[in-house]
């Protein structure tokens, strides 16, 4: 049983739009969500993250949303650019107490020139 | 800092051999992880440990052991490799118990093929 799902294995869009990445969990005890970022050969990198004690952060270009009640969230990214393509994972943990984190499958984020 | 450095980066294998997958980390970090991933699929945690001496096991932790006998180390050991275990491992630390300031680091990754 996923946990944690992403439900687009791919996306593409246009150097200088947006991109909207999706993820959606079903374990209500997660109360922390991260996205990480990972290019070919490497490993993932932290990219942001968010608490349930917010609806959204923002950093830079990157922003993401947290709607708790439909236990999902959203990774936007404004505007995109060509070194934005990806594989972008979410991952969901509980703070202070589980050591664990569960990742969803990626989403492959392409940004053409 | 080096961060989480793991070795070898690719190997090769035939059924039936065995192999261990260093990890190392210089950031004195008491979590460590061990992360596998296969093509299209996200990162399966294998084992993990939060404490030299101290370890437990993740979601797919059959056909693998590790040990942690100080904090920086972290080996993967594979005893009777099977072709189900071709992935790309991972590993992973993070300074303690999960908190919002915190995240993981994650190694480069070994890309492991069992023929």
């Known amino acids: 049983d996923q946990q944690v799902k992403q439900n687009s294995p791919s996306l593409s869009v246009q150097e200088g739009r947006i991109s909207i990445l999706n993820c959606d969990y079903t374990n209500s005890m997660f109360d922390y969500f991260l996205w990480y970022k990972k290019y070919p050969a490497e490993g993932p990198t932290f990219l942001i993250s968010?608490?349930?004690?917010?609806d959204k952060n923002e950093d830079g270009r990157f922003t993401v949303f947290l709607n708790k009640s439909a236990k999902h969230l959203s990774l936007h990214i404004v505007p995109s650019q060509p070194g934005d393509s990806a594989v972008y994972f979410c991952?969901?943990?509980?703070?202070?107490?589980?050591?664990?984190?569960?990742f969803g499958k990626g989403t492959k984020l392409t940004v053409n020139p | 800092n080096a961060g989480v450095t793991q070795t070898p980066k690719f190997r090769i294998l035939k059924i039936g051999q065995s192999m261990t997958l260093q990890c190392t980390q210089d950031m004195n970090h008491n979590y460590m992880y061990w992360y596998r991933q296969d093509p299209g699929m996200g990162l399966k945690l294998i084992y993990y440990?939060?404490?030299?001496?101290?370890?437990d096991k993740g979601e797919v932790p059959n056909g693998y052991n590790v040990s942690r006998s100080t904090t920086e180390d972290f080996p993967l050991r594979l005893e009777l490799a099977a072709p189900s275990q071709t992935s790309v491992y991972f590993c992973?630390?993070?300074?303690?118990?999960?908190?919002?300031?915190?995240?993981?680091?994650f190694g480069p990754g070994t890309r492991l093929t069992v023929l």
């Open positions: 968010i608490s349930s004690i917010k």
């Open positions: 440990s939060v404490g030299a001496g101290i370890t």
């Open positions: 991952a969901a943990g509980a703070q202070g107490g589980s050591e664990k984190l569960v």
């Open positions: 992973a630390s993070i300074s303690h118990y999960f908190r919002s300031t915190d995240t993981q680091y």
